[in-house]
């Protein structure tokens, strides 16, 4: 691995709704979190379909990618990613055939096979579809056949969305993805900011398996760490005390809003659940820049990842944007952290 000066960093914004905060507020924290990864040189940012979160307001996920593409200028904007059997491929071959032709060269399309929420609203998303799981690798291959160039006799086209070139990742936080990604020549990203236990696995399965396809000639493959970067340790250990505060919900099934940060976890979790969040978020890094710096390139020397992509799920707005800067100034290459616009 290069490390920090050459490897592209993005970012996952998750579009978190904070205690006292609304929709509107999480919406405005995101595209001034994607305006300033902008302006420092982050390769892209990606937004996530979650529903009925309390804390997430992601649900609208192409939307809020317009949104987010319109407020910047040359960073690429994707969803990291749409949950594909929620949908009919041919929706979205429209709504990112549209989203390529006003953002032309800006836009990709992360795709993914888990709903993004729990049994019941998955029925309400999927209506008539919502007995029989749908299977990805067919949905995939359909959405793929929309954005391709029209073929003689196609009775159904994605108009805009035909062959325009929209580059597909498959997400995964398992081998499924990571096997289907490497049949089919395809880039992969590994949701390891919260299931880093099937990392390695899926990497390995990922390049064993890969295919040279016309998208890639070599396997590309993108991991994620939540990252975290105050002007000391121990600040940006006690910003990362909303992320722990957030994951202990989840493993008490009660998911809410992103909580401000706390002096100490000590008294809110047991032992046993201390060590089921800190499992989950092992691909982490909390601390000051150097510290941070250190541990990124740990992490991606031991993946042999070709690229970065962080969460970045502070409180505090202003705290949040001083996150992202000094995580730039020390993993982006060109004069004051800034990075050249890189390949897509």
């Known amino acids: 691995m290069n490390g920090a000066a050459t490897t592209p960093v993005s970012v996952l914004d998750l579009a978190s709704i904070t205690q006292g905060g609304s929709p509107g507020d999480a919406f405005e924290r995101t595209v001034a979190h ?87 609203t998955a029925r309400a998303l999927r209506g008539a579809n919502a007995l029989q799981e749908p299977d990805f690798a067919e949905l995939l291959a359909e959405l793929r056949g929309y954005l391709a160039p029209a073929r003689d006799q196609q009775k159904v086209r994605a108009i805009p969305g035909q062959g325009l070139d929209i580059p597909i990742w498959l997400l995964g936080s398992s081998g499924y993805s990571a096997q289907l990604a490497g049949q089919l020549g395809l880039p992969f990203a590994f949701a390891s900011h919260f299931a880093p236990r099937h990392l390695m696995d899926a990497l390995r399965l990922y390049r064993e398996v890969f295919q040279p396809s016309a998208v890639l000639d070599e396997p590309y493959a993108m991991v994620a760490m939540n990252v975290i970067t105050a002007d000391t340790d121990a600040e940006a250990e006690r910003l990362a005390t909303s992320v722990k505060q957030r994951f202990l919900r989840m493993i008490r099934n009660q998911r809410g809003r992103l909580d401000p940060p706390v002096d100490t976890m000590d008294g809110l979790w047991s032992r046993q659940e201390q060590a089921m969040v800190e499992n989950t978020l092992s691909a982490s890094a909390f601390g000051a820049p150097e510290t941070v710096r250190e541990t990124i390139n740990h992490f991606l020397d031991t993946t042999g990842a070709n690229e970065l992509i962080i969460t970045n799920d502070v409180y505090d707005a202003a705290a949040r944007l001083r996150s992202l800067q000094l995580l730039a100034e020390v993993m982006m290459p060109g004069p004051g952290g800034a990075a050249d616009a890189g390949a897509g």
């Open 34 to 120: 994607a305006r300033e990864a902008d302006r420092l040189g982050f390769q892209r940012i990606w937004l996530a379909e979650h529903h009925n979160l309390d804390g997430i307001a992601s649900a609208a996920t192409a939307v809020l990618i317009g949104h987010v593409a319109a407020q910047t200028q040359r960073i690429r904007v994707g969803s990291g990613g749409v949950m594909l059997p929620n949908h009919a491929p041919l929706v979205i071959a429209e709504q990112f055939g549209t989203l390529e032709t006003l953002y032309p060269g800006r836009i990709d399309l992360g795709l993914g096979r888990a709903p993004g929420t729990d049994g019941a």
